[in-house]
């Protein structure tokens, strides 16, 4: 038999105007030294969240990441229409139960007193959308405990709910999590390795951070005209270029966290690539709608390793006599690929294709005329049963 498909790598080249995606700490537009030249940087957290969220809005399916999935519970039952008190020492207690450490939330304006019940674990938990239905059921089902109970005031409070059906339903997973993966190292058997690798995208060519000045004109001030000057002044960071994006997809992973179901790899495997290749982080985008698609899409499956092309742009690529990095960074893509794949021989590429705006591609495997058909075609190449080696 020859080896079966193993990894979906996914290469994008994508064009994005004046915008800033992904921030740091103080606003700034993220950046690298690569080449010895600095690009614009948007961090793997930053575009896997992006993907994650059209995931969940394509598949139907949703997760929730969050320190105060007490409250969400308590909110729940307020719409079952339990007494809002009761609900929220029901919350509290949900929270507690799951063994995590934690503390209660300040009062607003109030540095040290807490509000009772308001449990914020130390660590997110992160758990299909459903589990907080569960543990409002749970909370039903104790009631009775739950009103003879008292208020969780302190982090040496104990619940009354059972800490075992509620770390049971911590520990419940769906399709987001089995591909994505979950962190959660206080509750045993809860943490999930992800079968997604999500590469930090930078620009395949040298960038400028630009300092965008900015007043904002006082309407009043303006129709009276009895005064100069702006009603608010300030400066944002701004920068613009063609990023390479890549992930790659384990299905060796993904099969052990799903078990062998192949209508079900399917699914995530498409629903990946798809959320993937239409996802775009929300930084600023009410001041820069920066909402463009990508110039060019490869996908290639692979049985021997996950193969990442950055390196294709290393050196950084120069703008064209006309101006503009997209096309001459599609050439330089393509023609890294086809060096790279040829060092390393054809025995572990089984299958590759590409869609993007250019018809001339010739390192890049088939050209497709759209993403979707591009996405479906790897797919069928990826889960198909491996050949009988010929003797």
Known sequence: MTAPARFID????????????????????????????????????SWKRAARTVFEEQFGEAALRTRRIGERVSRELELRGWP??????????????????????KKSGEAK???????????????????????????????EALEQAKDIKKPADKSVLPS????????????????????????????VDGA????????????DVELDYFSAVDDVTALWDDATGSGHMGHAEFSAGTFYRY????????????????????????????????????????????????DLVHISVRSDRPLSYAAAF??????????????????????????????????????SGWAGLDTGLTGLGE???????LITTAVDAALAPAPEATA
């Open 10 to 45: 996914i290469h994008i080249l994508h064009s994005v105007p004046f915008a800033n995606l992904n921030r740091d700490d103080t606003n700034s537009v993220k950046t690298v030294q690569y080449g010895n030249t600095l690009r614009t940087r948007v961090s793997s957290q």
């Open 84 to 105: 809002s008190e009761l609900a929220q020492r029901a919350g509290g207690h949900a929270a507690v139960a799951s063994g995590i450490k934690f503390e209660l939330a």
């Open 113 to 143: 007193e807490t509000v009772p019940n308001k449990v914020l674990t130390n660590a997110m938990v992160y758990v299909p959308e459903t589990a907080v239905a569960e543990l409002a059921d749970l909370a039903e089902r104790h009631r």
């Open 164 to 191: 075992g059906e509620v770390e049971a339903v911590l520990r419940s997973r769906n399709g987001v999590i089995n591909l994505f993966g979950r962190m959660l190292a206080e509750i045993d058997d809860a943490g």
């Open 196 to 207: 997604v690798q999500v590469a930090h995208a930078l620009t395949t060519h040298e960038t």
């Open 247 to 294: 992930a790659t997809l384990d299905l060796r992973d993904l099969a052990a966290n799903i078990g062998d179901d192949q209508d079900a790899a399917r699914e995530l495997a498409a629903g990946f690539l798809t959320a993937f290749v239409g996802s775009l982080p929300q930084a600023k985008k009410n001041s820069t709608a920066p909402h463009t698609m990508p």
């Open 314 to 351: 290393e050196k950084p690529v120069r703008a064209s006599a006309q101006g503009g990095f997209a096309e001459v960074s599609r050439t330089q893509l393509d023609t890294y690929a086809q060096a790279a794949n040829t060092l390393l021989g054809a025995k572990g590429l089984i299958a």
């Open 367 to 373: 050209r497709h005329p759209s993403f979707e058909e």
